[in-house]
């Protein structure tokens, strides 16, 4: 059970080593002085949140493949040559398919009232052909049945495509944060990974009821957003199945669709619910959607401080930096992106000396199926399908992810690694007094890291406090920069650039767990451009 409690900030992260008999057992002088540095530089000189200020109210949102991802990733690389980071870089991978922009979007209720509509359009789905008033019709086809239902009656309609849906439960009022009894939790295993993915035999219905709407030339879909208080949560308008997400040929994929929009779930149900009462609802949409195709390919954005003893020995520290269009993707995942920029401009800033190559690397296609990730890995690395390896696999000691929002750091998922264990649990001593204690076994699900473990690299995703995360920012149209905490962020920052210098410099590499089988499932589906 989640139980409410605030954190101390990173001010406190030195004390609570200054204190702490265990921490100054297994932290030597030279990293308790460096991480007295690495404090310092976080809370005296941050530029933490005027990045995440600049990657959300200027550049959000950063859809893959649209202007503003381009926009940010530009602003990104000039900081990282200001910052005199090494090597900062485009790497390029493709075909992606076509960039999406939402230009124009006009929602409203025209009679038996009049009032604003809040909704927006799914990503890569098409517009309306300019304004568009019609009544709405309730046509929620959810067998084949109900094809011969509807048939006849959808013509230049706004279909409202599901039934009246029960109101979500509101999200606490309250943000949460883990307490000693759920961190202990996490010590079991078995979370499953979280998947909004059809079966087989859902994909193949859904394609047919969607070429259904096409053929009945439905004006709109809508559908009620999950949420509730003015949250809605919005993604993309494709059809895909379990395997597709780690499958190829996403973009352009092969199904067309129609266009679609997700409305705030009360005004669904009041459109719902009047039409149930046999009364005759008028909306008006005008949808300008655009997709790009100049330039197909996507890219990653890479910086790093070189090792001084051995450059081909690296530690990387990631984020995804693409998001979803109905906000400016702060907590996810400016915020994460913020965090492991500032942990290496840190580091940058302070000198301190690293044996190893510290590298960062910012994601794009994360969204659509971790495909910057899984590109990197594949070129760098090693081929998941087959496990044939690359010379760079053997020079990866640790790869740690950051993309849960902007709570508090309280440990790492192992992914299964307990080899790392003891090593990890030294380097987090330090920070017992901030709460992060937890190392779980477990593999956490839905980030870039299960692209790097695919391969059978030591990779770890960090334990945050959930707040709000789920239940009311990602992915949804709330997922603004008020939402981030400042202190919270540099906390996870002074973190983050700790465990980075800490295995930079380590005797020995991380320890590896076992190699994974080979998985054509993982095999990565678009090509490094040079």
């Not at 979280?194 to 053929?215: D, N, P, V, W």
């Not at 993604?235 to 499958?247: V, W």
């Not at 590298?359 to 590109?375: D, I, K, P, Y």
Request: charged share 20%.
């Amino acid at each position: 059970m989640l139980a409410h409690r605030w954190y101390p900030i990173a001010a406190c992260i030195i004390a609570a080593v200054a204190v702490s008999p265990f921490a100054q057992t297994v932290t030597d002088e030279a990293d308790l002085k460096a991480l007295g540095l690495i404090k310092q530089e976080a809370t005296e000189r941050s530029q933490l949140m005027e990045t995440a200020g600049y990657l959300t109210d200027v550049y959000g949102p950063r859809l893959t493949g649209s202007p503003q991802l381009k926009a940010a990733a530009d602003f990104i690389l000039q900081r990282l040559i200001a910052w005199k980071l090494q090597n900062a870089r485009y790497e390029r991978f493709g075909p992606f398919g076509p960039g999406w922009t939402n230009d124009r979007f006009v929602a409203l209720a025209l009679a038996p009232d009049a009032y604003g509509l809040l909704a927006y359009p799914k990503a890569w789905t098409p517009g309306t052909p300019g304004d568009v008033i019609a009544d709405a019709v309730l046509a929620p086809v959810e067998t084949e049945r109900d094809f011969d239902r509807y048939r006849g009656k959808l013509r230049g309609k706004f279909v409202l495509t599901m039934p009246i849906q029960p109101a979500p439960a509101a999200p606490s009022a309250n943000r949460l944060t883990y307490s000693p009894e759920d961190l202990q939790g996490l010590a079991t295993t078995g979370t499953p990974a979280r998947s909004g993915a059809l079966t087989s035999q859902e994909l193949e219905f859904a394609r047919k009821r969607m070429q259904f709407y096409i053929e009945e030339n439905a004006a709109v879909l809508v559908e009620p957003g999950r949420g509730s208080g003015g949250t809605v949560f919005v993604t993309d308008g494709r059809l895909r199945d379990e395997a597709a997400f780690l499958g190829a040929g996403f973009y352009p994929w092969p199904d067309e669709v129609a266009p679609q929009v997700v409305i705030a779930h009360e005004q669904y149900n009041r459109i719902a619910r009047t039409l149930g009462r046999g009364i005759q609802v008028t909306l008006e949409m005008n949808i300008v959607n655009n997709y790009l195709t100049s330039d197909p390919d996507s890219f990653n954005l890479v910086a790093e401080i070189p090792g001084i003893e051995d450059r081909s020995q690296v530690v990387i520290i990631g984020a995804h930096l693409d998001s979803w269009h109905a906000a400016t993707g702060a907590t996810d995942n400016a915020a994460g992106c913020a965090v492991v920029l500032e942990a290496l401009r840190i580091l940058s800033a302070t000198g301190l000396k690293m044996r190893r190559t510290v590298r960062l690397v910012l994601w794009a296609g994360s969204e659509q199926g971790l495909l910057g990730s899984r590109a990197y890995v594949a070129t760098h690395f090693a081929d998941a399908a087959t496990m044939t390896f690359k010379p760079e696999h053997a020079g990866v000691s640790a790869y740690f992810n950051v993309d849960g929002g902007t709570g508090a750091i309280r440990g790492l998922y192992l992914e299964g690694n307990e080899a790392a264990r003891p090593v990890l649990a030294r380097w987090i001593a330090p920070f017992a007094g901030v709460g992060m204690t937890a190392l779980s076994p477990r593999t956490a699900p839905g980030s870039d890291h299960l692209s790097f473990d695919a391969v059978g690299l030591p990779s770890f995703h960090f334990i945050q406090d959930p707040l709000d995360y789920e239940a009311s920012t990602r992915h949804s149209n709330m997922d603004v920069y008020d939402r981030l905490q400042a202190s919270t962020l540099v906390q996870n920052a002074v973190i983050v650039a700790s465990l980075a210098y800490r295995a930079a410099n380590a005797n020995e590499m991380m320890p590896r767990k076992p190699l994974p089988p080979p998985n054509p499932a993982w095999a990565a589906p678009l090509s490094p451009r040079r």
